[in-house]
């Protein structure tokens, strides 16, 4: 398991109460409806959703496409994800741990990728 880096919030120890946060809900809501009103959906997407913590985006654009890929540094924000998925029975999300800054790119291949609240936490974004 990789160490978070010492400078960085620790989401590990945030993952289990950071849906108990009104005022963040209402802001994930709110970026979500604007992704999902912004783009078009279908049964035959592949989605990453980059920075997906909790999940609360990767579930709700998780009925627009036919599969989406959850990525996170988090092991702790996916494992609340992992338990959400695994209770619904979602066949079409998958939890990936992985860090665009440290990690080879996945081979996979995505029609779109959605980011809400992440890249702030990057330390060198057009990199």
């Known amino acids: 398991m990789r160490r978070h880096d010492p400078g960085k919030r620790d989401f590990d120890k945030s993952a289990k109460d950071w849906e108990r946060d009104a005022a963040r809900l209402k802001m994930t809501g709110a970026l979500a ?3 999902i009103s912004r783009l078009t959906w279908g049964p035959d997407l592949v989605a990453m959703d980059y920075g997906a913590g909790t ?3 990767t579930l709700r654009i998780q009925p627009l496409v036919g599969r989406v890929l959850a990525v996170d540094t988090s092991p702790g924000m996916l494992a609340v994800l992992e338990e959400k998925v695994a209770e619904a ?4 999300v998958a939890v990936r ?5 440290k990690d080879p790119l996945p081979e996979d291949r ?6 809400t609240m992440t890249f702030h936490h990057l330390r ?3 990199a």
């Open 33 to 35: 409806d604007a992704v």
């Open 55 to 57: 999940g609360l985006v």
């Open 89 to 92: 029975g979602l066949a079409n």
């Open 97 to 101: 741990l992985w860090d665009i800054e």
């Open 110 to 115: 995505f029609d779109l990728i959605v980011s």
């Open 124 to 126: 060198d974004i057009p």
